[in-house]
């Protein structure tokens, strides 16, 4: 079932503009998916020419999300996640790993993309047992989400807060920061954090993202571990705490893990 206050947007393909390229079908592009334009596989293939283990990144960070999601779900026993910067579809995405583990499981996906929320339905599926529900809204306004996931979970029962590749798109850290700290304010205690981002530690990868950044997208900015850190002040870290994404518990049949400049970590509000 779903919740059906979030019908996707009819009018919503009219707003996609297609001659700027976009980073969430950039990076469905990379992951091998189809929901792109000539516009993002162009940028796309310019990014990986200057760094070639961009698409290396993207899978390891859906194989991350993966692993994140199955861990926060069985080990952890969290039945509700707020998955914000949801990106397009594409395979095993958060409410399909949750409702594997725990069917009643309730996902709210957040997302301001028209693409995106042209296919919030692929989104919508659901467990008999279990809801999802798709908001059309900015991570610039916390306050907002939390209002309107709030129709759908219960903030007085612990949930999972996913910021996957996304607090990059908030230029300023310190506004970062400040989003992430309000975000996790609204969560009761026995909550998660889990997020990822991709870190300044390579050259060939800020070349990249510079070359992307000057298309006329919107610029993702890479931080160093140091400033990711940050995002997990005052919550308690799971092992192995914040690594490149293929080194956080990795699965047995997962051999020769080859790192990335993606950081991320899980951790537990107190």
């Known amino acids: 079932m779903t919740d059906g206050s979030s019908t996707p947007d009819p009018q919503a393909l009219t707003k996609i503009d297609t001659t700027v390229p976009h980073s969430a079908r950039i990076w469905n592009y990379w992951m091998g998916g189809k929901d792109n334009y000539e516009v993002d596989r162009l940028a796309g293939d310019q990014y990986r ?3 070639p283990n961009i ?8 194989a991350y999300l993966i692993r994140t999601v199955t861990h926060v779900a069985g080990a952890c026993g969290i039945r509700q996640f707020l998955d914000i910067g949801t990106g397009l579809p594409t395979y095993d995405n958060t409410h399909q790993v949750a409702q594997r583990v725990a ?12 693409l995106v929320l042209r296919h919030a339905q692929a ?19 916390p306050e907002r989400i939390v209002a309107a996931a709030a129709k759908t979970l219960d903030f007085d029962q612990p949930i999972a807060l996913m910021l996957m590749g996304i607090l990059g798109h908030i230029q300023s850290y310190d506004e970062a920061v400040s989003i992430v700290r309000r975000l996790q304010e609204a969560l009761p205690s026995g909550s998660y954090f889990v997020h990822y981002d991709s870190t300044d530690t390579d050259q060939a990868l800020k070349q990249a993202q510079q070359g992307y950044d000057d298309t006329g997208a919107v610029p993702y900015v890479l931080r160093s571990v140091e400033q990711i850190t940050r995002f997990y002040d005052g919550l308690e870290l799971i ?6 994404c293929p080194l956080w518990r990795p699965g047995p049949s997962e051999t020769d893990i080859e790192t990335t400049d993606v950081h991320g970590g899980v951790a537990r509000k107190p």
Not at 103 to 114: G, K, Q, T
Not at 123 to 141: F, K, M, N, Q, R
Not at 239 to 244: D, K, L, Q
């Open 239 to 244: 092992e192995p705490g914040i690594v490149s």
């Open 55 to 62: 698409e290396t990144m993207a899978r390891a960070s859906r």
């Open 103 to 114: 069917p009643e499981a309730r996902i709210v996906y957040v997302d301001n993309d028209p």
């Open 49 to 51: 020419e200057v760094a």
């Open 123 to 141: 989104l919508l599926t659901s467990t008999p047992e279990g809801v999802t529900d798709y908001i059309d809204a900015d991570l610039h306004e």
